[in-house]
T-cell receptor, first 110, second 114 residues
Framework: LAKTTQPISMDSYEGQEVNITCSHNNIATNDYITWYQQFPSQGPRFIIQGYKTKVTNEVASLFIPADRKSSTLSLPRVSLSDTAVYYCLVGETAGNKLTFGGGTRVLVKP | DTGVSQDPRHKITKRGQNVTFRCDPISEHNRLYWYRQTLGQGPEFLTYFQNEAQLEKSRLLSDRFSAERPKGSFSTLEIQRTEQGDSAMYLC????????????FGDGTRLSIL
């Protein structure tokens, strides 16, 4: 699976937009980009997945440039409860093991 | 609640004891995965099943570890002769197996070895 690189941590304030960029230079043609959120003592929670351009759901948006070598998860108007670790994964998620990196620890401050 | 369910949530045992964890996946999901997560790290893949067949095992899964999914529904993960290094969160996930359907995780079993 393609290796990903993302910031170790980010701080933000309530009401702001948080953008987390993930680099995946070796992404393969069949790979999708998937983001998970994890709170302490809980399992990772699926946030969003995309292949190219832009994907939006009720929680986040995912921006993927044409070369697909990076992607940006956008969390609009974060609240304190968005404090968590966010993982970027790249690969064929169907039936395949997921390879997690260290994730990005997002701290939302009042 | 129709999510992935894991039992127990916490397990404390003495070194050398055997432990068994259970995972109940989302009912229509035919793929089931086990991961291990230590403090401050992302989850690491251990093994996965499609229905009752165990299709892949990580090198992390030593011979003290065994996983089963006898009827293609729930799964168990057993660790024999536990060691200090086995202390971790053991996560189960399931997916529908359709192309690029995401894996959905349970909240894990936290194992502490005394």
């Amino acid at each position: 699976l393609a290796k990903t690189t993302q910031p170790i941590s980010m701080d933000s304030y309530e009401g702001q937009e948080v953008n987390i960029t993930c680099s995946h230079n070796n992404i393969a043609t069949n790979d999708y980009i998937t983001w998970y959120q994890q709170f302490p003592s809980q399992g990772p929670r699926f946030i969003i997945q995309g292949y190219k351009t832009k994907v939006t759901n009720e929680v986040a948006s995912l921006f993927i440039p044409a070369d697909r070598k990076s992607s940006t998860l956008s969390l609009p108007r974060v609240s304190l409860s968005d404090t968590a670790v966010y993982y970027c994964l790249v690969g064929e998620t169907a039936g395949n093991k997921l390879t997690f990196g260290g994730g990005t620890r997002v701290l939302v401050k009042p | 609640d129709t999510g992935v369910s894991q039992d127990p949530r916490h397990k404390i045992t003495k070194r050398g004891q055997n432990v068994t964890f259970r995972c109940d996946p989302i009912s229509e999901h035919n793929r089931l995965y086990w991961y291990r997560q230590t403090l401050g790290q992302g989850p690491e893949f251990l093994t996965y099943f499609q229905n009752e067949a165990q299709l892949e095992k990580s090198r992390l899964l030593s011979d003290r570890f065994s996983a089963e999914r006898p009827k293609g529904s729930f799964s168990t993960l057993e660790i024999q002769r536990t060691e200090q290094g086995d202390s971790a969160m053991y996560l189960c996930a399931s997916s529908a197996g359709q192309p690029n359907q995401p894996q959905h995780f349970g909240d894990g079993t936290r194992l502490s070895i005394l």
